[in-house]
């Protein structure tokens, strides 16, 4: 069974001012990247140690010719892979109107009768061993989805049969709205990686400190 991993990298970072969040630098010594490209790189690791693989997708956006520069060097790796791994990057030239419109531009890219991950850009804290917990927990449901206490988080995984779902819904719509209609399992998970993202200059600080 492939999965695939649509990787959310368009938003407009307003609550970091100028700075472009996606090109802040995560991982540390050699590994130290963009965190586009560091977050890109965690799914690959998790696509590469599967049997079957997938594609990872990625929607860029916003500043969209720096986030796709980053993302070369995820690019070249896949090109030089044995795996059965595919990367594609999607610009959504769209992006203002959200979010889930980006979501949607993505999910159109999921390859037919194949689960899918959404996953987003600036939660560096998310490694290869997130999305394997997950996948671990997916029996048949319409989505596992990761709760650090009462907090949902991401990535989540969704059956196939939710691709046309999602991108059928409004802008004005959310995948949260959807999954809570479905039979979706809320995973309580120990880790706050699953909610650790970089929204606003408080957290990147946070990060820093830690």
Known sequence: M???VVLLAAGLSSRMGKTNKLLLPAGSGAGEMPMCAFSAMQALDY?????????LIVVTGYRHR???????VCADRVRASQAPVQMITVLNRDYRKGQFNSTKKGVLNVSENTPFFISLADMPD???SHYEKLESLYTGQDAVRPFSGSVPGHPVL???????RITDMP????????????????APMDDSAFINDIDCPSDWESRQAR
């Open 126 to 128: 998310i490694r290869a």
């Open 158 to 164: 969704h059956a196939p049969s939710l691709k046309q």
């Open 47 to 55: 696509l590469e140690s599967r049997k079957d693989g997938g594609t």
């Open 171 to 186: 802008d004005s719509a959310s995948v949260r709205e959807l999954l809570n209609t479905c039979n979706t399992f809320n």
């Open 66 to 72: 720096e986030t796709e520069k980053a993302l070369k």
């Open 2 to 4: 492939r999965i695939d």
